[in-house]
């Protein structure tokens, strides 16, 4: 595997695989037919949007690391009831 795939399939690192995933799924089972996948994708950007927003508060505030780990993400989740996307 190469390290670009290690990345994107890296929980710590990308805080949206299960969307990503989701969104796969969706394709490969209605056969790229991207319409029917329409609100995944949307899950996906919103997703991708939250932890953006996430990640440049923490720049501001000068948090290390920008992008909290998948389980800082997890407990952050669970103290605003879910995932807001």
Known sequence: ???TSRKVSNQDI????EESDASHKCLDAYNYDKSRCSAYFLRYKNCRKYWHDIMVQRRRDGVKPEMPTAAERLEMLNGIG????
């Open 14 to 17: 990308n805080p949206c695989l």
């Open 1 to 3: 595997m190469d390290k």
């Open 82 to 85: 879910g995932k807001p996307y």
